[in-house]
């Protein structure tokens, strides 16, 4: 291609007013403070840059500088320069409002943990005062005190409970925060109606100490997610989702895919994914379709031939027509069938709802009985209501609501440092409960880059001149090779053919690489493809020697261990391929696979796991590509390589990172780990109540003891939560 | 015990203003990047 194109960044510049624009930078490899120093010293050196700094926690960058000459693509190149890889940033939508969330829970944590203690620091003399010789004025102002910080303080902590619990019993259903929204709003009231009649009790300290506690799990549960999803967005946004828009005939640009519409043309090169769906109007080449189909063999792509995002482009350049969203596309269908799968996943209720939904009527219920039994005893309705509000506050969930969200928060840091980020609150308890696991094999077993299978066979020397000569094509066969030959310095003068291949003259003997015919090796090629069928073919000739080489996807360096230890914790696999059978089945034979079915279609996929979810297997699907988001949404579980297409990653339970499988058994461990110790939690809770109940039955409790048995349940739930950071290997 | 009248006060509007410099904190976007603050108190240049 002549055409040099321009690269248009407006679509992500904010305007600041006064002369300033900003613009954020997800960056690739930030991970030390010489990074962060090294960029910011970077940027700042440029003219008109006024703010150059680095988020270490998020990895971006956020920039501002003076309007005028300064183009945001200099930021992109200067960060190329210092050795990073960087790309626009556009904060979505739902990641925005999780922050201000995030920053909510925050104040009401500030607010509620100020009042806590101060109120504990009027409770303390009022508890000693109470068997020593405090004069009843002072009770009283000390507790009119409490109540001056501790019932304003509760209205605005309590917001996220009471918001939360009003629309559970808007849609008449209940979760934890009716229990705990009543059990604040009686102890709160009943407290005022004490302190009003002079009375010695007043629970103002254990309502607030129990709203602090239940933020702090609150808190915790809400980061989790955000720092998952900052992590996503910035992969999404490095995966550098461009486009080669044509302004004109012979003027190209490239934009973002955000920027790109329905009905604009767009440049599709070799070598490159194609970032939009649209039809094929000029140009012939070979595509790759195995993001979406899961089908290895390449398509012949020529006008009228509709190509999807994902699809990755083989030998020539394609002019593409981007269409608008049809109806009956296989996007279109793949849509369909992911909002019914989500619609059903939907229908799981979480552990925590489970136990609240045991929880709460009984609680209710034990209050009510014991008003009534101490009435039918012959106690004034005052103390028996008064006795039945302390049962209600020492068996609210404090404990019950941080036992879940810290094991969320310790193992999801533990997932996170093993390269697994999670997508979804619940997908922990998910996960630990799967017992089959169903892989695809395209991308998820293999690699998505190609690797040569056949380098042994083939001489040191011819490998690296071959390698050197690839160098100059932009085929994604031939940059396997140069790859595989570990190639640095491409050879001078060497000509690219389209569609065939290289040539160029090298000590006075013509070498080229490319296809077999364009070698003279097609019939040394015919008889290699009987032997493995699967692999594209390269040839490589050097005078009259030819040499073949054998590109395709390898499997993941670990996966038939990782597989061997699957089976060994007791998980049934199985491979679900949109691939032809020849393909699976040597993949599954080379894993040890029994279990495997090929040129399955999305909507048999999800037959698939329908009918295993019907024998009452709890099915983890791992796949990436655009096939297998409806079937990663209708499996219990799900899990995707981050190199998928975004459409996918968006609806996994968890994704992983880098080459190894090693991921997707170490977060089945830690979900394991972590569903053990959420259990073991719920059941310290109720434990720990359990032991106060009768007490405050009995019309013993005192706001000491409503204290120390909230404090007391909720540290030891924590401190339990640790344990999910590590597992025990077996 | 007038010494309360003085003691009391003086307690809530301390404790007071440690909500109100965090809240602050807050607002300014200190807890934005918690790591690289880690980072930065002990680089060089600036």
Redesign the interface.
Same mark, same amino acid.
């Given at each position: 291609m002549a055409m040099q194109a321009t690269r248009d960044f407006s679509h992500y510049v904010k305007d600041l007013g006064s002369g300033l624009k900003h613009i954020d930078l997800a960056v690739e490899g930030v991970s030390c403070a010489g990074c962060m120093a090294k960029i910011e010293r970077g940027l700042s050196a440029l003219p008109d840059v006024t703010l150059a700094r680095v988020n270490l926690t998020n990895r971006r960058v956020a920039l501002e500088w003076k309007q005028g000459t300064l183009d945001p693509a200099r930021f992109i190149d200067r960060l190329a320069e210092l050795g990073y890889k960087a790309y626009p940033f556009e904060t979505e939508r739902a990641e925005a409002s999780e922050a201000e969330q995030s920053r909510f829970l925050l104040r009401c944590l500030a607010v509620a943990a100020f009042a806590t203690m101060n109120v504990m620091m009027l409770s303390i003399p009022v508890w000693s005062g109470n068997v020593s010789d405090m004069l009843p004025e002072q009770r009283d102002f000390f507790h009119w005190l409490s109540a001056l910080i501790a019932l304003p303080a509760a209205a605005y902590a309590g917001q996220p409970f009471f918001r939360s619990a009003w629309s559970a019993l808007c849609t008449r259903g209940v979760n934890m925060d009716v229990p705990i929204s009543i059990g604040v709003i009686l102890a709160l009231g009943m407290s005022l109606v004490e302190t009003v009649n002079h009375a010695e009790h007043a629970y103002f300290d254990a309502a607030i100490m129990l709203l602090t506690f239940l933020l702090v799990g609150r808190f915790l549960d809400q980061n989790m997610r955000r720092r998952t999803r900052a992590v996503a967005g910035n992969l999404a946004a490095l995966k550098a989702e461009t486009a080669t828009k044509f302004l004109s005939a012979e003027e190209i640009t490239v934009v973002p895919v955000a920027a790109i519409q329905p009905g604009d043309v767009v440049l599709l090169r070799p070598g490159e994914r194609c970032a939009v769906d649209g039809t094929v109007i000029d140009g012939r080449s070979e595509i790759d379709q195995s993001l979406i189909t899961g089908e290895t063999v390449h398509v012949p792509a020529e006008q009228g031939t509709p190509v999807y995002a994902g699809s990755l482009n083989m030998s020539g350049s394609l002019r593409v027509r981007v269409s608008a969203a049809a109806e009956g596309t296989l996007l279109a269908e793949i849509t369909r069938l992911l909002d019914n799968a989500l619609q059903a996943r939907s229908r799981y209720m979480r552990l925590a709802d489970r136990a609240s939904r045991l929880y709460a009527p009984v609680v209710h219920a034990t209050a009510l009985v014991t008003v009534l039994g101490w009435v039918l005893l012959g106690a004034s309705w005052h103390d028996a209501i008064v006795t039945g509000v302390a049962v209600l506050i020492i068996t609210c969930p404090c404990a019950l609501g941080l036992a879940i969200p810290t094991v969320q928060t310790v193992a999801s840091g533990a997932m996170f440092k093993a390269g697994v980020l999670l997508n979804a609150g619940d997908a922990i308890e998910r996960l630990a409960e799967a017992d089959h696991v169903v892989f695809d094999k395209t991308g998820t077993l293999t690699l998505p880059e190609l690797e040569v299978t056949n380098a042994a066979e083939i001489p040191a020397d011819v490998f690296s001149l071959a390698g050197r000569l690839a160098l100059s094509s932009h085929h994604p066969v031939a940059s396997a090779v140069a790859q595989a030959a570990n190639a640095r310095s491409p050879l001078i003068g060497a000509v690219e053919e389209p569609g065939q291949g290289v040539r160029a003259e090298f000590d006075g003997v013509e070498i080229r690489l490319g296809r077999p015919s364009f070698c003279g090796a097609a019939a040394l090629a015919a008889a290699r493809a009987d032997v493995d069928p699967e692999a594209s073919i390269v040839a490589f000739s050097r005078g009259e020697e030819k040499y073949l080489f054998a590109v395709r996807q390898g499997l993941r360096p670990d996966a038939k261990a990782i597989i061997t230890a699957l089976k060994r914790r007791g998980l049934e696999t199985e491979i679900l391929s949109g691939d032809r059978e020849v393909a699976v089945r040597a993949a599954a034979a080379a894993l040890g696979i029994a279990e495997w079915r090929a040129g399955v279609t999305p909507a048999d996929k999800i037959a698939r796991i329908e009918q295993l979810k019907r024998q009452g297997r709890k099915v983890m699907m791992v796949g990436d590509g655009m096939n297998d988001a409806p079937s990663l949404a209708a499996a219990h579980v799900s899990m995707s390589p981050i190199s998928a297409a975004h459409l996918s990653q968006s609806t996994a339970d968890l994704v992983f990172l880098g080459k190894p499988l090693a991921p997707v058994l170490a977060a089945i461990d830690f979900a394991r780990q972590a569903l053990h110790l959420m259990r073991q939690n719920l059941l310290l809770a109720i434990a720990y109540n359990a032991l106060a109940v009768p007490l405050a039955i009995a019309g013993l409790v005192t706001p000491l003891i409503a204290a120390a048995a909230m404090s007391g349940s909720s540290i030891l739930v924590m401190l339990n939560a640790l344990r999910a950071r590590s597992v025990r290997r077996s | 015990?007038e010494v309360?009248v003085i003691l009391?006060p003086l307690?809530?509007s301390l404790?007071?203003a440690?909500?109100v410099a965090?809240?602050w904190s807050?607002k300014s976007g200190q807890?934005? !990047?918690?790591?690289?603050a880690a980072?930065?108190a002990?680089?060089d !240049?600036d």
């Open positions: - | 015990m309360l009391v307690a809530l404790g007071l440690g909500l965090f809240l807050l807890y934005e !990047d918690l790591d690289g980072w930065r002990i680089s !240049d």
